[in-house]
């Protein structure tokens, strides 16, 4: 299945056909469906790879120059992942490979050895994408190490489970800018860190990790940071990772899925990084009392944009208290508010805005905006101007 704008248009009258045909850039992107597109053929056989041999050159003669942007997913089924036949989609990347910016592949399995995937085949690759065709199983190691000579990679994500140690994996670590991961182990999760030093951005969700402690990671350059439950909803080893990280650039920090961060563990990483902290987004424990909270909030006086993710509670009516004081203002540069609370505390976080608007002019106008997340409790979202 070829889902993508020029397929419809050719199908319009002769005139969008001739349009289709002729602009590249409709055709610079393709999503593929591969049980599709071999139409039920075995893997190994002739007709199947000759016919992704067919679908590579048509489409680089249609896209011209234009850098291609791919997508391919495998089928979930098991007979096919666990085939270990030749796979004729790996002739298609050879074939593309030159004028790849963007590469996505599900369920990618292991390929023929004689295939020659040498480094700077992917001379203009700068994004890889690779996940399991069934979420939460292993990633194939011998089909990592084909993007090892990647010299433009700049962002990679790695949406299953790493079936050997980092260390034993052959990627561009050093240049990446940008990574996300899915169901780590924290100790794989810390080695990438070690082993990029230039990634700036990172969204990551860790695995359980035994009862022993890792070595910490200070990174210098990391600025941007979201950290999400695992595939099975395991919430505490995720955020045990501010434990052993410390990030003096980072500007952007999100747990908001995470249940379990304590006031301590926040404060802790804060306090150890330093960082300039722009932008944060967390849930704290709704029976917690603001004022344990309190120590954590002040050492991040630049904070521009706060989400707080948590339900009606003594938390946020302590929040509220504190930040509407005259007195040792809290968060002086504040320019977004997000607080999710039933309708009927609207008026509570208004009386607090009111309240401190009377001693700060950067308050002198409020743009409120309901804009409801959820049915049952949405967010009022608070915008200062």
């Not at 089924?77 to 590469?103: G, K, N, T, Y």
């Not at 990551?204 to 950290?227: A, E, K, W």
């Not at 500007?251 to 306090?271: A, M, N, P, R």
């Amino acid at each position: 299945m070829l889902a993508h704008a020029p397929f419809v248009l050719l199908k319009i009258c002769r005139r969008w056909r001739e349009i289709a045909l002729t602009t590249p850039r409709l055709w610079a992107t393709l999503d593929v469906n591969v049980v599709s597109l071999r139409n039920g053929l075995c893997p190994g056989s002739s007709s199947s790879s000759a016919e992704w041999t067919s679908l590579a050159a048509g489409w680089l003669s249609r896209s011209r120059d234009s850098p291609l942007s791919v997508t391919l997913r495998h089928p979930p089924e098991e007979e096919d992942l666990e085939c270990d036949m030749f796979q004729p989609d790996f002739v298609f990347i050879r074939c593309i490979a030159h004028r790849l910016e963007s590469l996505e592949v599900y369920g990618l399995a292991e390929g023929d050895e004689s295939l020659d995937f040498t480094p700077g085949l992917f001379l203009l690759l700068q994004r890889l994408v690779i996940g399991p065709a069934v979420p939460g199983t292993y990633l194939e190691a011998d089909s990592l190490a084909f993007f090892a000579g990647v010299p433009e990679l700049r962002e990679l994500v790695l949406s299953g489970r790493l079936p050997i140690p980092v260390s034993e994996i052959s990627l561009p670590w050093k240049q990446l800018t940008a990574f996300s991961g899915h169901d780590f182990a924290l100790d794989d999760f810390l080695d990438i860190l070690r082993s990029a030093p230039d990634l700036e951005r990172c969204d990551i969700s860790l695995r359980f990790h035994g009862l022993h402690q890792p070595q910490s990671v200070t990174h210098p350059r990391l600025q941007y940071l979201t950290i999400f439950p695992d595939s099975d909803a395991d919430n505490w080893p995720s955020y045990e990772i501010l434990k052993f990280v410390t990030l003096p650039s980072l500007g952007t920090l999100d747990v908001s899925q995470i249940i379990g961060l304590t006031h301590d563990g926040l404060e802790s990483f804060l306090s150890r990084s330093s960082a300039p902290l722009r932008q944060l987004a967390v849930a704290p424990d709704c029976e917690d009392d603001y004022s344990i909270w309190d120590i954590a909030f002040r050492l991040i006086p630049d904070l521009e944009d706060l989400r707080l993710h948590c339900r009606e509670s003594i938390f946020q009516e302590g929040f509220l208290k504190a930040f509407s004081r005259s007195e040792d203002r809290l968060l002086p540069n504040l320019r977004r508010l997000v607080i999710r609370l039933p309708s009927s505390r609207h008026g509570d976080v208004c009386a607090a805005l009111e309240e401190r608007r009377k001693h700060e002019d950067k308050l002198s106008t409020a743009m409120m905006l309901l804009a409801p997340e959820d049915a049952a409790l949405p967010s009022l979202n608070i915008r200062f101007v």
